[in-house]
């Protein structure tokens, strides 16, 4: 536990106690109390009704805690978290130790350990600067210390990360972590103890209801088609990548299969004659198919009138904004939905807008806005990506089928959701950073692949999108595949690269890879599930203890045993860290030994990718789609001496399937005369229900 005491740390800063005081407000909480294991909940003052926590859909995952340590005394003493109200709404101040690094805050993209910094948490759907302004902001972190904090609240709570002291301080005054909630009169505080920063994130995960489980489908590759296709053409897009032997298990239509997409109606427009038969036949190629829209409802819509009552008062785009947080507007989305789309056979959503904006012409509706459920603009700008989820989310739960989606904003208690978030903003490194920084947070992030500035752009960016939570090409403005040509207006004119072909195989070739990784992603996602721990994760999650990794923002790990470097065009070397331990070469095999960083140079077909010694890594031999049988046939890899364990899922792909888990173990064999050559025997192979 750690020892500091209230008035140790409040010591110098008696001055804005006394403010606090003066206001005859709340200093310390007024109960501290288990809510699940590992995780305490303190409580200040007079909480807002609205918060992620109190709209939660999913239950905390308690069933599974147990496969977490069991932590006896909370991060913190009850009397070392002090909080105060002042006219702007909760203050609350934590005790920091001088060199505990933070990390979290949801998803940053522009920078990555957060001490010292001050995040506004904002949502926001243009995020040109590192103020804390999110699709995804969340107002929780973990540190090098092991714990993690989150404040629950749906408001833009402003966090300063340690770099404020007060006036008068002691030298050796401890800093804090500050955080100001506006308006409220309280808040609760849940810390969730380690001992490790990996164990606090895995144990927010649970705590938040588990990762998601993700159809198989959702894990192999995906192609987003122009967004003013008809039916025909998406049904020849489908055939295309078949004919051109390119993976694909989902194709996305755009907002052009709307009658009017901004704001949306949610009907099929004349350009799909019949849907169920498009829907029919794409599934009989093995895709499934997604669709875009938003929520904002234009007034054609049948669903207008009935979500009037149930809407806020502010419109967007011409359409209302259906109060989510209200039963009936969601059984009104969800069941017209469900009727015209997904009894069809449409797969999942693309839930796009869900995000505020400030800077791109601010479309949204304002924080100043009222809903019939009392929340105002800002708390249904913090929750509103994750009750749309809710909403959509209840239509595969009553069918018991499992989805994988895209969203553009989400908050705390992500973790559950099948929803991958994503962007317009298209800066590559940002984006691999994405990958990094979402774990810390229950978030999971998508670099999407869109047009590129040459072969090399495309290359590196469809390299890094393989080895991401989700592996997608997002053609909405383009019509050809930019294989063929990466330039936005050749392409839209028809007008192919001299020798597409080869950029065309290359690429075949790199999305190849994420089916041959399917069986072994599929497992990490499996374990995100039952155990919280994120699939992909910055390499300071598993090495805190390791300084070398501290600032690693251009890694992470896929699963346990990957840790993927991506590169990015134009950079014809770049330095990997590799952590304590020995790891191989992905390509090459060539071993090396880590807790050092390594200059490399890749070619252009080669993303630096490498294994963690002792990995008994599963690979398929890589089919067209999820369903081909050539990825049931699997190729086992073993990197190093000693003896690892390759774990593999197979289910119905319903969505409360039983699993079977089948383990396979390897043992060396030293053999000696003829037939010395093969080194390896299998030594067990056992498959049982979970
Ligand atoms: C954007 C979205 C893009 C694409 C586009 C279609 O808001 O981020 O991915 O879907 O809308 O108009």
């Known amino acids: 536990m750690r020892k500091l ?5 409040a010591g110098a800063t008696g001055a804005l106690l006394q403010a606090g005081i003066a206001t005859g407000q709340t200093t310390g909480a007024s109960e501290m109390r288990e809510v699940f294991p590992g995780v305490w909940r303190l409580r200040f003052g007079r909480p807002e009704p609205i918060t992620p926590v109190s709209t939660r859909k999913y239950a905390p995952a308690e069933a599974t805690a147990s496969r977490l340590p069991k932590i006896e005394t909370p991060p913190f003493a009850l009397d070392s978290i002090v909080s105060y109200r002042s006219g702007r709404g909760t203050i609350v101040r934590l005790p920091l130790a001088p060199n505990e690094l933070i990390y979290g805050l949801g998803l940053q993209l522009q920078s990555f350990e957060q001490r010292g910094r001050k995040k506004k948490l904002r949502v926001n759907a243009d995020p040109n600067m590192d103020s804390g302004d999110s699709h995804a902001p969340v107002p929780f972190w973990v540190t090098t210390s092991g714990y993690g904090v989150l404040i629950d609240s749906a408001r833009y709570v402003t966090v300063y990360c340690g770099d404020k ?24 505080i849940y810390l969730f103890a380690g001992p490790s920063m990996r164990d606090a994130v895995s144990r927010y995960n649970l705590f938040s209801g588990g990762g998601p489980l993700p159809p198989k489908w959702g894990l192999g590759f995906w192609y987003r088609c122009f967004g003013q296709f008809n039916q025909e053409q998406v049904l020849q897009m489908g055939s295309q990548l078949r004919d051109s032997r390119i993976p694909c298990d989902v194709l996305g239509l755009e907002p052009g299969w709307q009658t009017h997409a901004y704001s949306c109606t949610f009907v099929w427009s004349d350009k799909f004659p019949d849907p169920r038969a498009m829907l029919h036949k794409l599934a009989s190629e093995h895709y499934h198919v997604n669709l875009w829209e938003h929520a904002f409802t234009y007034p054609t819509s049948p669903i207008y009138k009935p979500l009037y009552p149930v809407s806020g008062d502010y419109e967007v785009w011409n ?53 019939p459920s009392g929340a105002d603009g800002e708390q249904m700008h913090c929750l509103f990506g994750l009750r749309y989820q809710d909403t959509i989310q209840s239509i595969f739960e009553r069918r018991n089928q499992r989805t994988l989606g895209l969203v553009r904003s989400s ?72 294989w063929k ?45 039952q155990t919280g721990l994120p699939p992909f994760r910055a390499l300071v999650m598993d090495y805190p203890e390791d300084p070398g ?61 490498y294994v963690k010694s002792g990995t008994l890594l599963p690979l398929s031999e890589g089919g067209l789609h999820a369903d081909d049988p050539a990825n049931a046939r699997i190729h086992v890899r073993s990197y190093g001496p000693t003896t690892g364990t390759a774990i593999l899922f197979e289910d119905d792909g319903e969505m409360n399937s039983q699993f079977t888990r089948v383990e396979l173990r390897w043992q060396s064999v030293r053999r000696t005369g003829p037939g010395a050559k093969q080194p390896y025997r299998v030594v067990g192979w056992e498959q049982s229900g979970i």
């Not at 330039?487 to 072909?501: H, L």
């Open 5 to 9: 005491s209230r008035r140790q740390f």
């Open 165 to 188: 002291q007060t006036k008068g301080h002691e030298a050796n005054q401890p800093t804090e972590f500050l955080a100001e909630v506006p308006v409220a009169e309280g808040v609760d």
């Open 319 to 371: 359409g209302i904004v259906p109060d989510f947080l209200e039963p009936e507007a969601r059984r009104i989305f969800s069941d017209f939905h469900e009727r015209e789309h997904v009894a069809l056979g449409v797969d999942g959503y693309k839930l796009d807008e869900c995000d505020n904006s400030d800077f791109t012409r601010n479309w949204s509706f304002p924080e100043l806005s009222s809903f």
């Open 411 to 482: 908050q705390a208690l992500a973790a559950p959701y099948p929803y991958v978030l994503y962007s317009d903003l298209y800066d590559h490194r940002e984006f691999i950073r994405g990958v990094a920084n979402a774990g810390f947070s229950g978030l999971l992030w998508c670099p999407e692949v869109r047009d590129a500035k040459n072969a090399e752009d495309l290359i590196r960016r469809l390299q890094t999108v393989v080895f991401s939570p989700l592996a997608m090409v997002n053609a909405w403005y383009i019509q050809n595949p930019p």
């Open 485 to 529: 040509q990466v330039d936005r207006e050749s392409n839209n004119r028809g007008k192919f690269a001299t020798g597409w072909q080869k950029l065309e195989s290359q690429c075949r070739d790199i999305i190849t890879w994420r089916m041959r990784l399917l069986p072994y992603l599929y497992a990490a996602y499996v374990n995100y599930h």
């Open 549 to 609: 990794t501290r600032t690693v923002d251009n890694q992470y790990f896929m699963g346990d045993a990957l840790l993927v470097a991506p590169v990015v065009a134009g950079e014809t070397q770049r330095d990997v860290y590799l952590p304590p331990g020995d790891w191989y070469d992905f390509w090459t095999g060539e071993k090396h030994a880590g807790a050092a960083t390594l200059k490399v140079s890749p070619p252009l077909e080669r993303i630096p990718v």
